[in-house]
């Protein structure tokens, strides 16, 4: 009982405050001299117990600290040596990779900051990025690869989806559109065989990773097979099937068939059978149902062949639904379409998902449709301004979305990569009051801080801020419904973030910062009431626990034994969450400053380019900027072109020098000229005979970033008898393209520069196909005159 008491005091005096030194003498006290008379109370136990879990450090023995210092050094050394040989030419735009952290950095934190500041040592010559490099390396950050779900999270996922479109059926708020004619109901027949065409179609055409459908690829279909499909094509051929009835003539049977249409499809999908009998059996009951499929229908396909590893059955009857059918979709259509594209890993099919779901593009997901030339009321139009997109002709009702539908925006914006994206999809989420799952959350908050995510991150905590009450309604859920050791998770998540989004002198960022600031202040003091909370919620439980331990019937030892392994099992738990947050902390303001500080250059570079661009407009009367992309306020919406030819104008901006004296555009054409980043490009272009036909535009299409130069062969083949003739031929071929393109008139300059923006890419072809057409208009000119 004696070591007990003694282990509960070391533990808790560990943090060497000047509480815990004053109460850890008062329990060491007490426990010698009520050790020899008197028996342990429960009070006192828990007393020990309380102490050991908020204890905030660990024991550590002296070999253990050795070590772990000696681990540091080494690393530390590994990182010096590393970024000695990255060079004063060390690229800003690498800095674009995001890092992450892992979660097996548990050192002590203060030994770790002792450890930098007395390590971390930084060389004048150095890029002004080193130190947010070498942080890194010290807290073993790097880039973080997509994360892909594994094949039993997505069956039940798929699984979840099938059971949400069950209730989703039975559900009677969902009116379905039916047809109310007879033509109406001959295209809806029409489509029908359409998809089942489609379904025989592609199950024979695409090869199958299925166990299930190694049999077929072997010759060892099973006569039953074979009957069904035989079946299914006389059933094809005949004029009685598919036989509809109109859904209105009895809307009860009409409902009745129908459910009993989709539990047979989800019965056929339990089965494990071939695809071609899962196919065979779905057709024929599509086309010996007296009731027509509807949307229900639909969704039941999609989700059922995706669960059994069929994506080119299910995007059948994705574009059939698309494509042929003027259904609504309901809110499980959108998770099915939106799961489906995120498992096929098709961007371009959940591109055109969301933009439909927007309103955008085409008829949006066949919701309703209204012609602007028609006068409506002042109520209709406000409802239009904020449930339709505004087309040209017409209003686009877009796709509302529940909670189902939020989880998979976030999951595909998060499997892409596209933090920003997920960040502004949950920011919508909790603005309209929605609630996803806590693994989302938490899978968006572990990748925004992996990647230190500065952009990704103050969309966040700028959403959280502006909707404060609401954010904390799912907090205030999340610590209701989950575990402690979750909801601690969650929260000191949410607190790295504000580290991230940390102003680090207000006097500088005051301007900008404005309530800002203290809605963040605001949003910190309620997790931090939060966490003590779960402190309290923590203690009890365990209270509640080391007191059933001590009622139960076994020995004295043996609960004691089990008291101190729960204690030692809370310890671990608590570290294994807190440890790799709290390191990442002091790294993530410092991370979150360097981004600051390079926000801030991009911003001085693009104001530095805008005033250079109206003084030499002054000067010269040439315009960089005709079409407003240096004033755009988003660029990131610019196509990709266009960012191009952006970034382009600032860096040939930056290398004009504005002088005093009267300047014209032949002055700006030289400075461009001898300022280009590929010099051997500009004494080709020098050498060529005339450097006079090329127009300042075409100059400044030279600036666009990340270019191949002409050096690229050099560099790699460099001394070798073969690399040298290459290199010869490679310089004849640069040096002819480029007196060809210098004799080249303005027009035709531009539209190479426009479809060939890297220099290195422009084929010689290209330019002698142009010099004919040239020469060809000459010739015309001359012979007309």
């Known amino acids: 009982m004696h070591s007990l008491w003694s282990r509960a005091a070391q533990a808790h005096i560990s943090c060497r405050c000047r509480l815990c030194l004053h109460t850890g003498h008062q329990i060491v006290r007490r426990s010698t001299n009520a050790a020899a008379r008197r028996r342990v109370s429960a009070a006192d136990l828990f007393t020990a117990c309380y102490t050991t879990i908020l204890g905030t450090a660990t024991v550590f023995d002296a070999k253990r600290k050795e070590d772990r210092k000696r681990d540091l050094d080494e690393k530390l050394e590994k990182a010096r040596t590393a970024l000695s040989n990255l060079g004063v030419q060390e690229s800003a735009d690498q800095q674009g990779d995001g890092p992450y952290y892992t979660d097996d950095t548990t050192a002590n934190h203060d030994q770790h900051n002792g450890a930098c500041s007395s390590k971390l040592n930084l060389d004048a010559s150095y890029s002004p990025h080193i130190l947010p490099q070498e942080l890194a390396a010290l807290c073993k950050i ?12 997505t069956q039940l996922e798929w699984v979840q989806i099938e059971a949400a479109i069950v209730a989703e059926e039975q559900d009677p708020a969902y009116e379905l559109r039916e047809p109310r004619s007879d033509r109406q109901l001959e295209m809806t027949t029409t489509t029908v065989i359409g998809l089942v065409n489609q379904l025989v179609w592609q199950n024979q055409v695409n090869e199958s990773m299925r166990i299930q459908d190694s049999r077929e690829i072997r010759g060892e279909s099973s006569r039953s097979v ?72 639909y969704n039941t396909l999609i989700a059922g062949f995706n669960r059994i590893q069929r994506p080119d059955l299910a995007q059948a009857v994705v574009d059939s639904y698309i494509y042929r059918t003027t259904w609504p979709a309901t809110q499980q259509t959108i998770v099915c379409l939106l799961n489906h594209y995120r498992g096929t890993n098709q961007v371009e099919g959940r591109r055109d998902i969301i933009q439909r779901m927007r309103g955008v593009k085409d008829d949006g997901l066949h919701y309703r449709i209204v012609n602007k030339k028609v006068i409506y009321t002042r109520e209709w139009l406000e409802w239009a301004a904020d449930n339709c997109a505004s087309r040209k ?39 309209v009051g929605g609630f996803v799952p806590v ?21 966040l905590v700028r959403g959280f801020t502006k909707n404060l009450l609401r954010f904390m309604a799912i907090v205030k859920r999340i610590i209701q419904e989950e575990s402690v050791a979750t909801s601690r998770q969650v929260v000191m998540s949410v607190s790295r973030l504000l580290d991230i989004c940390w102003f680090p002198d207000i006097n500088i960022f005051g301007p900008i910062a404005g309530t800002y600031v203290r809605t963040q202040q605001r949003l910190r003091s309620i997790l931090t009431r939060v966490q003590f909370e779960l402190e309290i919620r923590e203690a009890e439980d365990l209270y509640t626990a080391t007191l059933k331990e001590i009622n139960s019937t076994d020995l004295l030892i043996s609960r004691l034994e089990r008291t101190i392994a729960s204690l030692e099992s809370a310890q671990r738990s608590r570290r294994k969450i807190t440890g790799p947050l709290t390191n990442f902390a002091s790294v993530a303001r410092v991370l979150s400053i360097d981004a600051r500080c390079r926000d801030l250059e991009r911003k001085l570079k693009l104001m530095r380019a805008l005033v250079n661009a109206a003084v030499i407009k002054s000067k010269t009367g040439y315009d960089f900027d005709p079409s407003g992309l240096l004033s755009s306020e988003r660029p990131l919406n610019l196509s990709y072109r266009q960012q191009m030819r952006r970034k382009s104008i600032i860096n040939a901006l930056q290398a004009i020098q504005i002088s005093e004296s009267q300047m014209t555009q ?14 051997t490009l500009a004494r080709r272009l020098e050498d060529s005979g005339d450097v006079e036909n090329l127009t300042i535009f075409t100059l400044t299409t030279f600036y666009a970033p990340k270019l191949g130069t002409s050096e690229r062969l050099r560099k790699y083949n460099c001394g070798k008898p073969i690399g040298q003739l290459e290199q010869e031929f490679a310089d004849v071929v640069n040096t002819s393209k480029a007196i060809l393109f210098a004799h080249l008139i303005g027009g035709f300059q531009s539209k190479l520069r426009y479809w060939y923006p890297d220099w290195t890419r422009l084929p010689l072809g290209k330019l002698v196909e142009y010099h004919m057409r040239h020469g060809i208009c000459k010739a015309r000119r001359a012979c007309k005159v």
Not at 265 to 272: L, V, Y
Not at 441 to 446: A, D, K, P, V, Y
Request: include cysteine.
């Open 142 to 153: 790097a880039r973080r690869p997509p994360s892909y779900s594994s094949w039993l999270q």
């Open 666 to 679: 032949g002055d700006t054409k030289l400075q461009l000229l001898q300022n280009l980043p590929d010099q």
């Open 439 to 459: 693994r989302t959350l938490q899978e968006l908050f572990s990748a925004c801080l992996a990647a230190v995510d500065y952009a990704a991150t103050r969309k």
């Open 226 to 297: 074979d009957e069904f499909l035989d079946e299914l094509r006389d059933t094809l051929r005949t004029s009685h099937y598919p036989s509809y009835h109109m859904p209105y003539a009895d809307i009860e049977d009409t409902a009745r068939n129908r459910f009993l249409l989709g539990e047979s499809i989800r019965r056929i999908f339990n089965q494990a059978a071939s695809s071609a009998e899962i196919v065979a059996k779905i057709s024929y009951n599509l086309l010996t149902s007296s009731a027509p499929p509807s949307i229900h229908t």
């Open 393 to 431: 002709h017409a209003f686009v009702e877009r796709a509302q979305r529940n909670d189902a539908v939020f989880n998979s925006l976030i999951k595909g914006y998060l499997h892409r990569g596209e933090l920003g994206n997920a960040s502004m999809a949950l920011v919508a989420c909790v603005r």
